[in-house]
């Protein structure tokens, strides 16, 4: 019988073999991958003696075309009474409304981590010599920094208002003709997020994790976010893992906590990449490393996301990329975004044999040189096939 996921008092996820989990199909190619990646998700679940009870909830246009919503209450108390759900890309409105559907359900659902693995898989197309090399896995905090900025534009009340106040104030001199943006960067957003990513690699076994920030210039909030997880390593995990400073260059068996500054880290991640391992930053940081990172193993039309609150275990795993309306309709798209976060979304869950033979039969697909449009006008020799037909290869080779 279905039934829900449910979170125990010791702060545990309790999964049925028979899971309800949400999910929206997502706008433009949605169409395509979503059914695509729900053929591997139920064979693989199936393969393991499992199964999944799918929910549609509605987001997006075809929310907005049914309901007159961009984003349903109903949707948001979907994903909050279910706590993991799977979502495909959604289109931003333009002119007005919610900023971002993405955004807006992290900031409802207090998402605070946006999880990215990034990593190559043999036969994949890269720019780079040795993609082989990229193995990182990046915490991204997600409820603060210019996500969840305030701002008022240039030549209004408010930011006359505003630019007059910080004069007085502060000793602030700003040009009058200024737009201003305020970006919030708090102890308890950082130290969660950082606390996350070190937890996260013990478990999973990981060297180091970098904290990625701009605190020499911005020394209050970026610079903040450093101090904050050393305080976290010293006061947290002392006898499990040692900050650079306090090492002397070797930290022996424990795990190694270090920083960078975000601009070098740009050029390290390409020119020393087996470097980095775990990466901890803030939310604009995250979004330039990640996607850096995804073109050097083939783009984000096959990175995974993951959008979780480990405290509470809600979970919203999606499409990395965009909705791409041109190609809607057409078979044509790669799904690989969404089948990988399908695969984190069955970690999330404590299904790791299923995440594992979806990762594996993906990986050996691509090899085959098995490969939709975007991969195969890159790769010599590939047999080009469709989105549904690059899901059905995936599901033989389980």
Not at 47 to 56: L, N, V, Y
Not at 92 to 111: E, F, H, K, M, Y
Not at 135 to 162: H, S, W
Not at 341 to 357: I, K, P, Q, R
Request: charge should be negative; aromatic fraction near 8%; charged fraction near 25%.
């Amino acid at each position: 019988m279905p039934e829900k996921i449910k979170m125990s008092p010791e702060g545990q996820l309790v999964v049925p073999d028979c899971p309800i989990v949400p999910f929206i199909e997502g706008d433009g190619t949605g169409v395509d991958i979503w059914p695509a990646s729900k053929m591997v998700f139920d064979a693989a679940a199936s393969a393991h003696g499992r199964s999944i009870e799918w929910k549609e909830v509605l987001a997006g246009e075809k929310a907005f075309r049914e309901t007159g919503e961009w984003l349903p209450a109903e949707t948001v108390q979907a994903f909050r009474d279910h706590l993991v759900g799977i979502k495909g890309p959604l289109t931003t409105p333009i002119g007005g409304g919610i900023r971002s559907l993405n955004v807006a359900l992290r900031q409802v659902l207090d998402l605070y981590v946006c999880l990215r693995p990034v990593k190559w898989f043999r036969g994949v197309p890269s720019p780079v010599r040795h993609p082989e090399k990229v193995d990182m896995v990046i915490f991204r905090e997600n409820t603060e920094d210019v996500y969840a900025g305030l701002e008022v534009a240039e030549g209004t009340p408010e930011a006359r208002k505003l630019i007059e106040y910080l004069h007085d104030q502060l000793g602030w001199n700003i040009r009058v003709d200024s737009g201003i943006g305020i970006k919030p960067v708090s102890e308890t957003g950082s130290k969660r997020l950082i606390r996350a990513a070190i937890q996260y690699a013990l478990d999973h076994n990981r060297k180091s994790v970098t904290l990625v920030h701009k605190g020499n210039i911005q020394k209050f909030t970026e610079g903040a976010f450093r101090a904050w997880g050393y305080e976290v390593v010293r006061d947290e995990f002392s006898d499990l893992a040692i900050g650079w400073d306090d090492c002397d260059g070797d930290p022996g068996k424990l795990l190694l906590v270090k920083d960078a500054i975000a601009d070098i880290t740009l050029q390290q991640v390409l020119t020393r990449p087996a470097e980095f391992d775990v990466i901890a930053t803030l939310n604009l940081n995250g979004d330039y490393l990640s996607d850096a990172l995804a073109a050097q193993v083939g783009g984000i039309g096959i990175a995974p996301g993951a959008n979780i609150n480990y405290m509470t275990g809600h979970g919203v795993f999606e499409a990395t990329h965009g909705t791409a309306p041109k190609y809607a309709g057409q078979d044509k798209v790669n799904p690989g975004s969404v089948i990988l976060s399908g695969a984190l979304m069955f970690e999330h869950l404590g299904w790791a044999d299923v995440a594992s033979s979806i990762v594996h039969a993906l990986e050996r697909t691509i090899a085959e040189k098995i490969v939709t449009y975007d991969f195969a006008r890159l790769t010599e020799g590939a047999h080009e096939v469709r989105c549904s037909e690059f899901a059905a290869a995936i599901v033989e080779r389980l």
